[in-house]
């Protein structure tokens, strides 16, 4: 079963949390932390699992993680769960934030929140894995936009327009976009943040 | 919306920019009161805006801020139309609401109505919330709802696929509320459907609910076998959408390869081979080239092998695939990728234990030495470690004890302690020779000293003393050991402790004279801690018996100013107590008192248990095998524990002579106190609650046949005998018949002083036969054993007609205690096997002293225990005639001082007294107040712990 779903960024900054057991908040607050010095203070190119010790509550859960430029992907799995699949699992789930977002990026998470819950949620329910396959659940998003747009008419363009000002913001601390490795995605706007 | 981008604008970079937490906080709650003025105001929100409101409110929570309100308009949005207020409503609640919320009624009602709703979309999101949140009030609810829709013809696929995990989640958390019935054979023929996400779901959730319930999901199996193979043997393009990079359905392989492993190898031989079959494919693709350089075809191709050598593993049935599976993860040893080589490590360490493997698994050692010592990924070096562990038997043990040892110079901190603990385990359970075991462990204190916990260097006691043959060694190679000009103080224990047993092994080589073997020791004292500084005055004490020629500089270093003077009172103590003995005793007294110690009896190696309490019971392998391997290698051999007859069955006046309390100074090297505790440890396994008190005890509980083959007669086992009067009987004496029948009488004798206490106990054969195997053991119970200490010494297995053995317990008083410690005594008589169970008195008002005080003091004291916690108070029948004296025997018998004029009434009576632990000590008061036309008492007992006044009045209830 799958613990825990955490986002966050190189800062430690929280971009997306999701228990899937019933934690008090300042309970999750801190296992966020230790998870993040945890995992932050591991080499790149070194294996993506790690034994979390006492940190979800015994031996028996592993901290599985991806890096994508700004971001760690966590996943907190017990035993049942296979780590290699899980390591796709957060493959697949990246990609599918990238075709929904086209081009995903960190503020993507922050304003799209409610979007990137509703995506997380096709994938895994209750901690478990709920639909693997991309296009489904691309589908599935895309439906759900659907039905949101013909309640709001033209309202939902607005946070996009929002997105590209402040992409155009020179701010210091500019999240970057998603580097997804070697996967085939069109990354056509890259050049002006990298 | 735009506005919710601006807030949450300000907010991250407001925070970005190095302003102060202080400032983020105000930000924040001011947005908060934003918030709750609008929910508040007088203007009803439309939908819109609540939505908004509610998705800045879960941005907020994301950043770590409590959030408490909110929740009723969430609730609010669950049965709006809109499909978007309705999503977000769910959402804030799937992450936002407790289990245990009181809104729990309005969210369960707005779920059943989009449940009945018929509506894909919305029964999709009520499903996820159920599985979010899975909390009992939803299990109540819906657990009987969620089989149906998973089961009904006309549901949506999508629909299924949620509704199993749902159904999953509820299981997860209230197993009881979910009942088996007709929809699990149904459940079963889901694995059979068209849509791969459909499977996928079931069989997580038939996985799960075949870990329960075996025997009602038998026929997945088949059915799992059959979808393997279709999906193992078609083409990649045959499954679409669910091929991942040129792997078909990685994930359904991998959770039906899961499935299989609840179960044992399929019976039918035609389901037996098709997996066989499908295991081999999975094997020989192994083999194959890459169909892409993407590490996303690798990595979900190798998910599904492991899994299948997982089930390989699990089965441990096919010998053939058993060696394939060992080679392929010898390739991956090797491989560049890390994720596969500790992966490899990883179930390699589970292969080692199958009989067909192990021997393969061990080819592999160079390599697996070569990770440890190059890998840089520390999580991947810990896998070497336990793998090097799982495989190690007698013929690799030397070899890699000592890369484990070579390793642990460099190791990261966080894992030393338990490749300590493995190398302990390990040159302990494969020493052939002694001496090479002695050498590692020093080894070990040497490189690791810190990271050597108490259980390794008590261990390496116990086997020195208890094995004659390495002993002279021993005391050589920690004599030359000390000799470094900086040793670790765990050395200075153990090598204190073995000179002192041993150091007249070496003084014939004038290299090591006793003067020389006493300056080095005493050139480490003042760099040592208390409890090591007093274990190394024992060990002078000894030496005065070892070595009568230095016994006058021993004499004066006790004498010097900073022993008998010393701040700390154990040294002190021991310091004057010690100058005494060796100034008033005879020899033959020095040499009775300071005699070497008597061998262990054999148990379970404490570090083990250690090890096991570290990493959980699982991770620990082969156990059984430890055990038995240990028992032949020290049991078989070691000298059947001597009795010696002087020191143990007669109470020596000696112990007493010196003042020195009920402690076991007789035969026990240096006396236990209060900070010699870690001598006693050494006694004292913590791990096991059983001390076995016979030679070879262990043998005699754990041999099935003895068990099997006797005939068990008169006390069939555990039978604890109800002598209940004659336990309360000892709650006010110390001395009499415990327990009698036709065979057996037992006696006891006690005596306490503070917090300690010793107990004889006399085992009489009243018949005219032998009694054989004859094995008392004192059992303390789970809660008991962290509280009350108890050491005894073996007993000669063989009771003669009409002969008394005695043996004797020596206590000690941790904490203060609620239960008795239970004397189990088995034995043969004339070819039956006798078992018998009685409670050994020992209670806490045993450790009772008693204490005189004025009217005054005592009232005064009294009026401070007037918490109603710390009182405790009985009424209750006379059982016994009321008659004054008897009473005042009882109660000065139960411990406490009876205090006179006390009480104004003079027909009550009142005591006082301190009850004494290692830990702490108790003041306790009590009042007895007799009325005699009623034949009833009143006792009121005053402590400062609520537990003590509970358990004294209680024993003391029982007297009158």
């Known amino acids: 079963m799958i613990n825990a779903v955490l986002v966050f960024n190189n800062h430690g900054k929280p971009r997306l949390v999701r228990f899937y057991q019933h934690l008090a908040e300042e309970v999750q607050q801190q296992l966020i932390r230790e998870t993040f010095h945890l995992v932050l203070k591991r080499d790149e190119h070194i294996c993506n699992f790690l034994e979390c010790g006492s940190l979800f509550g015994g031996a028996d859960y592993k901290l599985i993680y991806r890096h994508y430029a700004t971001l760690y992907f966590v996943f907190c799995v017990d035993s049942s769960e296979s780590e290699l699949g899980i390591l796709d699992l957060i493959q697949v789930f990246v990609e599918t934030l990238d075709k929904c977002f086209e081009n995903v990026c960190e503020l993507d998470l922050i304003f799209h929140m409610d979007k990137v819950h509703y995506i997380l949620q096709e994938v895994v329910i209750g901690g478990m894995v709920l639909e693997t396959n991309m296009n489904k659940i691309v589908a599935q998003v895309e439906a759900q936009s659907k039905l949101e747009k013909a309640e709001q008419g033209g309202l939902s363009a607005a946070p996009s327009r929002a997105v590209s000002a402040v992409k155009n913001i020179n701010l210091p601390e500019i999240p970057r976009n998603i580097n997804i490795g070697d996967i085939n995605i069109k990354v056509p706007s890259l050049s002006q943040f990298m | ?960």
């Open chain 2, 1 to 960: 919306m735009i506005q919710t981008e601006a807030s949450c604008c300000r907010i991250i970079f407001g925070m970005g920019k190095g302003k102060s937490k202080e400032a983020e906080i105000k930000r924040i709650n001011k947005e908060l009161a934003n918030i709750r003025s609008k929910f508040k105001g007088d203007k009803a929100l439309d939908g819109y805006s609540k939505k908004k409101y509610v998705c800045k409110l879960l941005f907020i929570f994301l950043l770590g801020h409590d959030i408490d309100f909110g929740h009723m308009e969430a609730v609010n949005l669950l049965s709006s139309n809109r499909y978007t207020e309705k999503q977000i409503g769910y959402l804030f609640i799937s992450v936002l609401v407790n289990s245990n919320s009181e809104l729990i009624r309005l969210i369960n009602n707005a779920i059943k109505n989009d449940l009945a709703s018929r509506n894909p979309t919305f029964m999709g999101l009520a499903l996820h919330c159920i599985a979010n949140v899975g909390s009992r009030e939803m299990a109540e609810a819906f657990a009987g709802e969620i089989p149906k829709i998973l089961v009904a013809g006309d549901t949506m696929d999508s629909v299924k696929q949620s509704a199993a995990l749902c159904l999953l989640r509820l299981y997860r958390t209230s197993p009881d509320l979910v009942p088996m019935g007709d929809w699990t054979s149904r459940v079963v023929h889901l694995l059979n459907d068209q849509h791969l996400g459909v499977v996928t779901a079931a069989t997580s959730l038939i996985t799960t609910l075949a870990q329960k319930n075996p025997e009602e999901f038998k026929t997945s199996v088949s059915l799992a076998v059959s979808r393997l193979s279709r999906i193992v043997t078609s083409a990649s393009t045959d499954l679409q959408d669910y091929t991942y990079y040129f792997v078909p359905a990685p994930w359904l392989s991998v959770k039906l390869l899961r499935l299989l492993q609840c179960y044992p190898p399929p019976e039918d031989p035609a389901v037996r081979g098709r997996l066989t079959e499908c295991l081999e494919t999975i094997l020989n693709k192994a083999q194959e080239p890459p169909k892409s350089k993407k590490v996303q075809h690798s990595n979900a191709k190798n998910a599904v092998l492991f899994e299948a050598i997982s089930l390989i593993i699990h089965h441990d049935s096919e010998p053939n695939l058993l060696v394939r599976a060992c080679n392929q993860l010898g390739q991956f040893l090797q491989h560049r990728e890390t994720n596969l080589r500790y992966l490899a490590l990883e179930s390699m360490c589970t292969l080692a234990s199958s009989e067909f493997s192990h021997e393969a698994v061990k080819t592999h050692i160079e390599t697996v030495i070569n990770a440890l010592k190059t890998e840089r990924d520390v999580s991947v070096r810990q896998r070497a470690v336990d793998l090097l562990y799982a495989m190690c038997d007698r013929s690799n043990a030397q070899q890699i004890v000592a890369e484990m040892l070579n390793y642990l110079e460099t190791a990261d901190y966080s894992i030393r302690e338990e490749i300590v603990l493995k190398v302990a385990i390990l040159a302990e359970k494969y020493a052939v020779d002694y001496t090479w075991y002695v050498d590692t462990i020093l080894n070990l204190i040497r490189i690791a000293g810190d990271y050597v916990s108490e259980e390794v260097w008590y261990r390496v006691i116990q086997i020195v003393i208890n094995r004659d043959d390495v002993q002279g060694y021993a005391a050589k190679t920690v004599f030359e050991a000390l000799q470094a000009p900086a040793c670790h103080e765990n050395l200075v224990k153990v090598g204190g402790y073995i000179l002192g047993e041993f150091g007249n092994l070496i003084a014939g080589d004038p290299r090591s004279s006793p003067l020389i073997q006493f300056n080095l020791l005493h050139s480490k004292f003042h760099l040592c801690s208390v409890p090591t500084r007093a274990l190394l005055l024992s060990t002078y004490i000894k030496f005065v018996n070892l070595f009568p020629e230095i016994k006058t500089t021993i004499q004066d270093v006790l004498r010097s100013d900073s022993q008998l003077k010393n701040a700390d009172v154990e040294l002190q103590q021991r310091a004057v107590e010690y100058l005494r003995l060796s100034t008033i005793a005879s020899t033959d007294i020095l040499a009775t008192v300071l005699e070497e110690m008597p061998p262990f009896p054999e148990r379970e190696s404490s570090i083990l248990a250690k090890l096991k309490k570290k990493k959980g019971p699982g991770t620990v392998t082969d156990l059984e095998e430890i055990k038995k391997e240990r028992s032949s290698d020290m049991n078989g051999s070691a000298e059947p524990a001597s009795v010696n007859a002087s020191a143990v069955s007669t109470p020596s006046p000696s112990a007493d002579l010196l003042g020195l309390g009920a402690a076991p100074l007789t035969n026990s090297a240096p006396p236990p106190s209060s900070s010699g505790s870690l001598l006693v440890d050494v006694f004292s396994d913590s791990a096991s609650a059983v001390a076995p008190l016979a030679p070879g005890s262990d043998d005699n509980f754990a041999s099935p046949d003895l068990a099997s083959s006797e005939v068990v007669s008169e006390e069939p086992a555990d039978t604890v005998h109800d002598a209940d009067e004659l336990f309360h009987k000892f709650v006010c004496k110390n001395n009499g018949v415990l327990f009698e029948n036709q065979l057996l009488q037992i006696g006891l004798k006690s005596e306490f002083r503070q917090n300690l206490g010793r107990m004889f106990i006399f085992y009489g054969n009243k018949t005219s036969t032998q009694f054989l195997n004859f094995t008392p053991t004192v059992i303390c119970s789970d809660d008991l054993q962290p509280s009350l200490n108890l050491q005894t010494k073996p007993v000669d297995p063989t009771v003669d007609g009409g002969a008394q053995v005695q043996q004797v317990v020596n206590i000690e008083c941790v904490s203060d205690f609620m239960e008795a410690p239970i004397l189990n005594i088995q034995f043969r008589y004339g070819g039956t096997f006798q078992n018998l169970s009685v409670k050994l008195p020992i209670t806490l008002n045993k450790f009772f002293q008693p204490t005189e005080m004025s009217s005054q003091d005592f009232f005064q004291r009294w009026k401070q225990l007037s918490n109603p916690k710390q009182e405790v108070q009985n009424i209750f029948k006379a059982k016994h005639p009321m008659d004054a004296e008897i009473t005042k025997a009882k109660i000065i018998g139960f411990g406490s001082a009876l205090l006179e004029e006390v009480d104004p009434n003079p027909a009550n009576f009142v005591g006082a007294g301190i009850i004494h632990t290692k830990t702490t000590q108790i003041g306790c008061l009590l009042r007895l107040e007799p009325n005699l036309q009623a034949q009833m008492y009143r006792l009121t007992l005053r402590t400062s712990k609520e537990a003590v006044s509970q358990r004294l009045c209680e024993l003391l209830s029982e007297q009158f």
